[in-house]
């Protein structure tokens, strides 16, 4: 057995990465590893190991506040890009491995963070990434032969629920403050639908920030894993766009026999099945379409839903987790690597809507913004942002 390194950034509650990280740190730790997870935080106040427990549930006997106090070990485990270039220069020698969920480079604009989150794939460190766009496109931009782990849910969660009752409804993770969720874009798309089907209920989720929206919805906040099924069992479609690496909630959508509705770009078309899941044009009257089509055909919603039960059938969590461990196995016990091709796995085409000025003004719905938002908009940026996490914060209690 390994002494296997962490190091991930500063712990957010609700964070769908955070939890992926420290589950398949705790299958590693299950199969007797001992797994050190170091938290980016320098100065935590509290037991460490206590704060991992309380915002998501899992026990790890060695939890450490700062990369810093990183000491010996078997493999250390970069986790975000940032920490890529810590790991590179760690002063003693181990397998030195790249925990990679998505093309992070995409967070930034053009400039520094950019280039260094690109720069962070090129320090020698083997990737394991989750789903197989991010392997692709490591080994296309950088030549860097990696790994992969197919995208699994926990089937005793995300399932279907018998004698639940379906309603004419969709579900969208909308999540403002996570640009590559493109909440503003599935707003514009639900706003057309609203308008050609107002008899439609629309349930938000995701997020405690409570935008000004113009048509009429339910925001359901933070919500937990079970509730989210509970509303996937209940609606006939789900919408999770992804710009970048794929999401995991179209996956744990799937195992609970709900259609999905997402984009047609080149990140979803390795990892999304083209009988469960509906890849929209990127505007919002192709976006609102591919809902419309799903909503309006109920053969349509049983075949994607039947396809996406069986698709998820044997991509249980552990199997994920299993497959990180083989390739995890593979790289501290130097086994040769066995380069295979990655194709796509989408091959449907993209559903296409003409845009139509109806369906532009009903998109782009002008909200007035209140009086406290009209003030911070006269502040230098400097002030507003300090000023908005307040505001936030404030406003969540």
Not at 76 to 98: D, E, M, N, R
Not at 263 to 276: I, Q, S, T
Request: proline share 4%.
């Amino acid at each position: 057995m390994s002494t296997i390194s962490w190091f991930i950034p500063s712990l957010i509650k609700g964070s769908g990465g955070h939890r992926t990280i420290l589950q398949h740190a705790q299958f590693l730790q299950a199969t007797g590893h001992e797994c050190f997870i170091y938290l980016e935080d320098e100065h935590g106040i509290g037991s460490a190991r206590d704060k991992v427990n309380a915002l998501f549930q899992m026990d790890f006997l060695n939890v450490i506040y700062g990369w810093k106090n990183a000491t010996q070990t078997d493999v250390a485990i970069a986790t975000v890009w940032y920490s890529s270039a810590f790991v590179a220069s760690l002063p003693f020698s181990c397998k030195k491995v790249y925990f990679v969920q998505d093309y992070e480079a995409w967070f930034n604009p053009m400039g520094d963070a950019y280039l260094m989150a690109e720069n962070s794939y090129q320090y020698n460190l083997v990737p394991i990434t989750i789903g197989r766009w991010l392997r692709h496109t490591l080994k296309e931009k950088f030549d860097v032969n990696g790994y992969n782990f197919e995208f699994g849910a926990d089937l005793k969660i995300y399932k279907r629920l018998p004698n639940f009752q379906k309603e004419k409804a969709i579900c969208f993770i909308h999540q403002p403050d996570k640009p590559r969720r493109c909440s503003r874009l599935g707003l514009e798309a639900l706003g057309i639908v609203k308008h050609r089907c107002p008899d439609v209920k629309i349930y938000l989720y995701g997020s405690d920030i409570k935008d000004n929206i113009w048509f009429e919805h339910e925001n359901l906040g933070l919500i937990d894993l079970k509730k989210c099924n509970e509303i996937y069992n209940k609606c006939t479609v789900g919408l999770c766009l992804s710009s970048s690496n794929p999401s995991r909630i179209p996956f744990e959508m799937m195992a609970a026999g709900l259609p999905v509705v997402e984009l047609w770009r080149d990140n979803n078309l390795y990892d999304l099945p083209d009988d469960a899941v509906l890849l929209a044009n990127q505007t919002p009257e192709s976006l609102a379409e591919a809902i419309i089509k799903v909503i309006t055909d109920k053969n349509l919603a049983e075949n994607m839903s039947s396809a996406g039960q069986k698709f998820m059938m044997n991509r249980d969590l552990k199997v994920e987790t299993e497959q990180f461990y083989n390739a995890l196995s593979n790289i501290i016990s130097d086994k040769q690597y066995d380069e295979n091709l990655v194709t796509k796995m989408y091959n449907g085409v993209a559903v296409k809507a003409d845009f139509t000025r109806e369906a532009s003004l009903n998109a782009l719905h002008i909200v007035t913004p209140s009086r406290i938002k009209k003030i911070a908009m006269l502040l230098p940026l400097s002030i507003r942002e300090p000023l908005k996490k307040i505001y936030r914060l404030f406003k969540g209690i």
